[in-house]
């Protein structure tokens, strides 16, 4: 079976044999075998969003009573086991990364095991984490601790049950690893503080000294309170990792790459505009003389006078100083609007003009820094394929162009993705070259450069004239402002449900024309969960009719569905799924 070694099913038939001794009664559920194909989706979505949905209410009421027998009710729910198994075995990234368990599952058997194994599997020692490094932007390697499988799994069912407690908490300001919102919202909000008609022109750009590895414990286990999982939150602080070979205690800090983290970091960072004295009117506006934005650990203040910046930085640092946490001497600095700053990736600085009442205009641009990323990521892809196809190269580029670009494009862009597209035609033509040296530069260009796109009258889109492949560009991505989210809103309030069902489908914007009026088509909704298509899993084209039943490719025969759904509906006749799968550029 793929993925699965003599040691993988060893260690498997240990934890059910141990599962079978600790067996606990799950909620509202009797004995049973799961079925990993044959889960039904869409009902399983409803019972945990129905759950949250009442945890965020109960809250709101301040019935805490409620809250936690809800929370633990949650936990139980072998709906939110199901959807934890398939997020950390299927959507998340490190899904095939192992622990120091190592162990990767990779088939529906092997996740319906591990389901069946949770459901009864109840006291648990969390394993140490193993210490892996990814490079960063800097050229410095970040620390990640990936934790065992399980212990992802736990992670994720606790998740769900401790997020829409605090979601009815957390402040409007805070944007970072929190549902329904993203960095395009901490931007849009810094757009709406630093307008030249407002008066907080000094800015403190703040950054914590390593935020995930020094968070301390007891605060925040204190902060978390009476939640019925307290103790295992704990036990996960406290398991130590694993790096080369040699265990390490971990006295503070909650590890980058564990599930929970994010949300240990923002529940630990919450009470950030109660220590600056920030205060909203009724109509959630600001009032007084300071503003925050946070995305994560990464956060600004704005203020009015650079005297009460460097005030803000003695709060910070003293309200940090309980939690474990401290500001960068060096890489935190007070800023001018003038002078401007940078933030996930855009500059921010007002520029001199003549043709406004104030004399300044706000530009949020792309990053120096951020278009030299860009452009070190592309060039990395051209150069390990340089001996490849254009069709290969053409799938492999066109995805990173449109991420990059469709995250760039709520900015002033529109000259950085032209230098782009400059770039990228540099590139197309040392690649032609030398893969036909002893062509002539007029040859070069009629094989490779033409109209290949025919909605736009562009004679230089480069691209395989017999496959009418080609690459995009940049500046065919209009500049497109984001809506900022409402205030405190969170998916999880019940009453704001038709709010985010609209918010959602303007997602669909960041797709192909023709993929957009698909997603119209069926309301923006996958026909097998019947969740949002925009939920962050990756989504395939599926012919309604196959293609080798004579199934056409027309609109009125495809839909869109999430990657794991399409392989659902083939499960039963896998011998034709090759067939009737086309995988959209995402």
């Known amino acids: 079976m793929a993925g699965e070694s003599l040691e993988y099913r060893c260690k498997i038939t240990e934890l059910k044999r141990k599962s079978w001794m600790q067996s606990v009664r ?54 939110n086991i199901l959807i934890s198994v398939r997020r950390v075995t299927q959507i998340n990234q490190g899904k095939n990364t192992p622990g120091v368990d190592k162990l990767v599952i990779k088939t529906p058997a092997a996740r319906g095991l591990l389901v069946d194994i949770l459901t009864k599997f109840i006291p648990w020692k969390p394993y140490p984490t193993r210490r892996v490094y990814i490079p960063k932007a800097n050229g410095k390697k970040r620390p990640l601790g990936i934790p065992s499988i399980i212990d992802r799994c736990l992670q994720a069912i606790v998740k769900n049950a401790l997020e829409p407690y605090w979601e009815s908490k957390f402040e409007g300001s805070s944007y970072g690893f929190r549902p329904g919102r993203s960095a395009h919202d901490a931007i849009g909000k810094i757009y709406n503080i630093a307008r030249p008609n407002k008066t907080k022109k000094w800015v403190v750009d703040a950054d914590i000294k390593g935020c995930f590895d020094n968070i301390a414990h007891e605060p925040l286990i204190k902060i978390i309170g009476n939640f019925p999982a307290r103790k295992l939150i704990n036990l996960w602080l406290k398991a130590g990792y694993v790096d080369k070979g040699t265990f390490y205690e971990t006295e503070t800090g909650t590890p980058q790459g564990g599930i929970i983290s994010p949300l240990l970091a923002n529940i630990a960072l919450h009470g950030l505009e109660k220590a600056l004295g920030i205060k909203h009117n009724n109509r959630g506006e600001l009032t007084g003389k300071r503003a925050i934005v946070r995305y994560a650990d990464d956060f600004v203040v704005f203020c009015e006078t650079k005297e009460d910046a460097e005030k803000s930085v003695t709060i910070l640092n003293k309200w940090m100083k309980d939690r474990g946490l401290a500001l960068s001497d060096e890489k935190t600095k007070i800023v001018h609007l003038t002078q401007g700053f940078d933030f996930l990736g855009f500059n921010v600085r007002q520029y001199p003009v003549s043709n406004t009442l104030t004399g300044f205009k706000l530009l949020i641009k792309p990053s120096k820094q951020t278009m030299q990323n ?170 309604i009719t196959p293609r080798h039943q004579n199934g056409k490719n027309n609109l009125a025969n495809l839909q869109l569905v999430h990657y794991y759904c399409h392989q659902q509906i083939h499960s039963n006749h896998t011998k034709h799924s090759s067939q009737s799968e086309e995988v959209l550029i995402w």
Not at 376 to 404: A, C, F, T
């Open 26 to 79: 799950n909620a509202n559920v009797t004995e049973r075998t799961t079925q990993w194909n044959c889960v039904n989706w869409r009902k399983v979505n409803k019972v945990v969003r129905r759950l949250r949905l009442r945890i965020f209410k109960a809250t709101r009421s301040g019935k805490l009573k409620l809250v936690r027998n809800l929370q633990r009710l949650l936990m139980r729910s072998y709906s």
């Open 374 to 543: 860009v452009r070190n990521k592309i060039r990395y892809v051209w150069l390990e394929n340089k001996s490849q196809s254009v069709d290969y190269l053409v799938d492999k580029l066109n995805p990173i162009i449109r991420g990059i670009a469709n995250y760039l494009r709520i900015g002033v862009s529109t000259e950085a993705f032209s230098s782009l597209d400059h770039w990228m035609y540099i590139r197309e033509r040392r690649y032609t070259k030398r893969m036909h040296p002893n062509k002539s530069d007029k040859w070069r260009e009629k094989r490779y450069w033409g109209r290949l796109n025919l909605d736009r009258m562009d004679n230089w889109v480069f691209g395989d004239k017999a496959s009418n492949k080609h690459l995009l560009k940049f500046n065919w991505f209009n500049i497109k402002r984001h809506t900022l989210v409402k205030g405190t809103s969170s998916p999880d309030d019940p009453e704001l449900r038709q709010y985010w069902v609209e918010r959602e489908k303007s997602k669909s914007q960041t797709l192909e024309p023709s993929n957009q009026k698909i997603a119209k088509k069926q309301d923006y909704l996958c026909p097998v969960c019947h969740e949002s298509l925009f939920n962050g899993e990756t989504l395939h084209r599926h012919h």
